[in-house]
């Protein structure tokens, strides 16, 4: 006989201890939870499946994220803390979880999710798919370039006070890319509403770049245990807004070489650091695939700016099996930065499966590849590359971890 599927609703208060368990069961985290595991944490949602005798044996949670398209916020149901009990798996809990989580997110007015797999075929199966990969590298710091100090820019320590305008910076420098986190929102309140109570940074240390008191770059790092030769300065958040903060940022984290000769950090693909940094000598610390997929292609498409050089149609049938509010036959229509998608009864000759809109939005394959990879189907003699309409905004990132 076939077991019945688990009932999933979201937890309450009650659960957070059983819930912390299975995760620390399926993470390894350290036995005794932290104050923040077990208690309503604003911005979330967490998911849990429970057996027919109520036992909970699997979990999940909708981070309210929301992220920059190309000027534009758009608002994510990012996924975490995906586990469940081992003598659960393979019967279907984690699709279970995963389709009340993306119902609930089209509820409260989600258009996009993005998630870090421990594997990918689990979420494949679900819609998503890979978009990209979040890279952690290790420089030698002795190879980093000492500048000569630039006389009009002041290097100071940050505070917990100097963090509204941090915000702001890094705002100023994601808002023009696709993906990234705004930080903006309930959750990121809350955690910094924690640091301002508590007049702590969130890194052992925070570096302020300014010109004529006004802020232009930053570096939070974390600076490790001793400093002998596995001596580690690790950088949590780096950003600048001129090439000017960026050489002073880079030659003060050089000056560091002597105690941390090794300087770790993440930097998504055309940053303006990424110039000034001997990356030709980076070597791999960690890669952090990332995966997409669409909630609500309606909102997905409009809500995100697009390039204003862009125009054209396109129509498509889209199979969104675990989202049906998304299956259908679309006509997409781009002009002046702006986007629409609308149903219509046009006879559609591309048939797209949502894995492969997932492609397409994130900018991470053309039309031809996706049809290669059979994520998108079509008769002989029809070019496919009508749909390279849906990935024009180019290549999504995530900078942020989660």
Wanted: proline share 7%; hydrophobic share 35%.
């Amino acid at each position: 006989m076939h077991s019945r599927p688990p009932h999933v609703r979201e937890l309450t208060e009650h659960d957070h201890t059983d819930a912390w368990t299975l995760g620390r069961l399926a993470f390894g985290s350290d036995p005794q939870p932290p104050p923040q595991a077990t208690t309503a944490t604003p911005g979330t949602t967490r998911y849990g499946a429970f057996d027919t005798t109520g036992r909970l044996i699997g979990k999940a949670v909708d981070l309210h994220h929301d992220q920059w398209w190309d000027g534009r916020t758009v608002t994510a149901a990012d996924v975490a803390g995906v586990a469940v009990a081992p003598e659960a798996r393979g019967r279907g809990v984690a699709r279970t979880l995963l389709t009340a989580l993306l119902r609930g997110a089209h509820d409260r007015g989600a258009a996009v999710s993005a998630l870090y797999p421990t594997v990918a075929a689990p979420y494949r199966a679900c819609g998503w798919d890979i978009a990209g990969t979040l890279r952690t590298v290790d420089l030698p710091t002795a190879l980093l370039t000492r500048h000569r100090p630039a006389p009009h820019l002041t290097v100071r320590p940050g505070s917990p006070d100097d963090l509204p305008a941090v915000d702001d910076l890094y705002e100023r420098t994601a808002r023009h890319r696709r993906g990234l986190l705004t930080r903006r929102g309930p959750l990121f309140d809350h955690h910094r509403a924690r640091a301002t109570a508590t007049g702590t940074l969130p890194f052992d240390g925070l570096t302020l770049v300014e010109h004529d008191g006004h802020l232009t770059g930053y570096a939070g790092w974390d600076r490790g245990r001793g400093y002998g030769p596995d001596g580690t300065l690790t950088v949590e958040d780096l950003a600048a807004t001129t090439a000017d903060a960026a050489r002073e940022l880079v030659s003060t984290l050089a000056s560091w070489h002597s105690v941390a000769p090794t300087l770790r950090l993440t930097l998504p693909p055309g940053d303006p650091l990424t110039a000034h940094l001997p990356v030709e000598k980076a070597r791999e610390h960690q890669q952090d695939t990332w995966m997409h997929r669409p909630v609500d292609v309606t909102r997905a498409v409009t809500d995100r700016g697009w390039p204003a050089h862009i125009r054209g149609t396109a129509t498509f049938t889209l199979d969104d099996p675990l989202a049906d509010w998304n299956t259908g036959t679309w006509q997409l229509e781009i002009t002046d930065g702006t986007a629409e998608l609308r149903r219509t009864d046009t006879d559609a000759d591309l048939h797209l499966t949502v894995r492969g809109f997932a492609l397409l939005y994130t900018g991470t394959a053309t039309a031809r590849t996706v049809a290669q990879t059979g994520l998108l189907h079509h008769s002989p003699g029809t070019d496919p590359a009508t749909l390279d309409l849906l990935a024009a905004g180019g290549p999504a990132q995530l900078g942020d971890y989660f």
